[in-house]
């Protein structure tokens, strides 16, 4: 008897084998930040029994049920703790086109790695492929594994939907009240800010287009398809999973193709801290701010003034608390508080679900930003660069944060009162703690929502894309219907004018000729 049980679940498993698909996961990205949310994803779908072959560089330390690597590790540095002042700065100043150079062109470059060329050339057969999910951000050549493996495509975007997907997926975009991406306005702008949203949209877009289309020799080259261009690629995606929420980033039109998954990461069991760290916020009677600037800068490497401010305002709200991220403490300017402790690590989603974390100062960058909202956990934002501005700015707008603008703005007047203002004023916490109710009240998981989307591609194909697609941008618009009235009105007009013309042309001479007969009957 005791076989039955073993039996009829070994015959479910090898069910649920079989009806899973292989999937092919590309993400080319060396930052530790993109790589939180396709892991997490490509996790799940393995443990649904779908067969997953990762690319990434970060391959897994312990082997996992239906997931196998291929592991891109040494190819490119892993951004990690290793992100200096002076770079931030690089970053704040730079132009579109060396953003794109650098977060696309030079990432296209991995094409010609030889696990890759692999791939290309001998693509699995028993079973192949059924479809692939990429990361879409500005390396659009990795969409040709779609077109080469003949599969469906799910793009995974791992930012707010960026304005110029709207042009790509045939999504509705309307400037009046739809920010662009990075920018500081919010979805309730003037007409001064409304003109700035709409030039600052179309321009970018037309950018970002541009200059990712020469891409297409990376898809020449490695993928040997000739007459193809990146704009056909981006007609290949069946499915948009976006790291973005209607209670984060407002109300916008999407077609059900996008699907917004934000939080998709955010796991509120299974972590656990350090001794050290769980008997710190433990005894943080008074509460405990969480400092970090994410994973990829190094606090340690600002400047002395900037360090001092730190300083000086933590060591005026003691007893209250300091968790503070530092890579190398080593490098750290002397002086620091009694009351900080410092780590080159800590487990963020323990540390922010932790009952004693009152605060969170934070750089904007979306993934802790999400997790801060998750786990009802008020910000002071200094944002450094790209989407982190738009992203505290949002949340100030919502007063569930307080924005410092940028690391040239703090002084220790801001910071403390800032710090004084969300340890004090219980408005952000009450704030926060009705925005995450927002956030998490879903009719399930932000992960099986996107699993289930992957699945119906995998089922369903490109079901899902907009009609809108098939169009050019001035149909979508509607121009050449505009045009047409306007030439229907003007033809009307010229009609009429002509009809007038003809009217009053009779009427004159009707006139002149009953003028004529009077004056010959006069002279009679």
């Known amino acids: 008897m005791k076989l039955l049980p073993i039996l009829l679940t070994t015959l479910v498993t090898c069910d649920q084998i079989a009806d899973g698909y292989r999937i092919l996961g590309v993400f080319p990205y060396h930052y530790t930040s993109h790589w939180i949310m396709p892991e997490t994803l490509m996790k799940g779908l393995a443990q649904r029994s779908h067969q997953v072959d990762v690319i990434s560089h970060f391959p897994q330390k312990k082997p996992i049920s239906n997931y196998t690597d291929i592991s891109l590790s040494g190819s490119m540095p892993i951004l990690q703790n290793n992100f ?138 490695y993928f040997g398809m000739k007459d193809t261009a990146i704009s056909d690629l981006h007609n290949d995606i069946s499915l948009y999973l976006v790291d973005s929420h209607p209670s984060l980033h407002g109300i916008k039109p999407l077609t059900p193709a996008v699907v917004e998954v934000a939080g998709l990461h955010i796991k509120n069991d ?63 300017l002397p002086g620091l508080p009694d009351n900080v402790m410092t780590q080159s690590w800590f487990s963020q989603i323990a540390v922010l679900k932790h009952k004693n974390i009152r605060a969170f100062i934070t750089h904007g960058g ?46 220790e007047e801001k910071l403390t009162s800032a710090l004084n203002s969300i340890l004090k004023d219980p408005i ?20 099986d929502t996107a699993i289930f989307w992957v699945e119906y591609v995998g089922k369903n194909g490109n079901f899902l894309q907009s009609p809108a697609m098939q169009l050019h941008w001035w149909q979508r618009n509607l121009l050449d219907i505009y045009a047409f009235l306007l030439f229907v009105v003007i033809a009307v007009l010229l009609v009429l004018r002509f009809i007038f013309w003809k009217i009053k042309t009779f009427l004159f001479r009707l006139h002149m000729d009953v003028k004529k007969e009077m004056v010959e009957k006069k002279n009679i």
């Open 366 to 411: 979306l993934k802790g930003t999400q997790e801060a909202i998750y786990f009802g956990v008020p910000m002071i934002g200094i944002p450094l660069f790209l989407d982190q501005n738009s992203n505290i700015l949002s949340f100030e707008r919502k007063e569930v944060a307080i924005s410092l603008n940028s690391i040239h703005d703090v002084t």
């Open 270 to 332: 299974s972590v656990t801290l350090s001794p050290e760290v769980q008997k710190w916020l433990d005894e943080s009677k008074d509460g405990c701010v969480y400092f970090t600037f994410g994973s990829m800068i190094r606090i340690e490497t600002f400047s002395k003034e900037i360090i001092e401010i730190f300083y000086k305002s933590f060591k005026k709200i003691a007893p209250v608390r300091v968790l503070m991220k530092v890579a190398k403490k080593e490098d750290l």
């Open 84 to 221: 200096t002042a002076t770079e931030i700065a690089w970053f704040r100043e730079v132009l579109m086109k060396q953003v794109i150079d650098k977060m696309g062109t030079e990432i296209c470059e991995l094409l010609a790695h030889p696990k890759m060329q692999n791939l290309i050339k001998n693509p699995p057969q028993d079973p192949p492929y059924d479809l692939v999910i990429i990361e879409v951000l500005m390396s659009p050549c990795f969409l040709a594994f779609g077109r080469h493996l003949k599969v469906p495509v799910v793009a995974l975007v791992n930012v707010n939907f960026p304005s110029w997907f709207n042009e790509l997926s045939g999504n509705p975009f309307n400037p009046a009240y739809v920010p662009v991406t990075f920018s500081s306005f919010g979805q309730q702008m003037n007409f001064k800010e409304r003109v700035l949203n709409f030039f600052e949209a179309y321009l970018s877009s037309a950018q970002v287009l541009y200059y990712t289309s020469f891409q297409v020799e990376y898809v020449k080259k």
């Open 428 to 447: 952000y916490r009450k704030n926060v703690q009705k925005l995450s109710k927002l956030f998490v009240d879903r009719p399930m998981s932000a992960l």
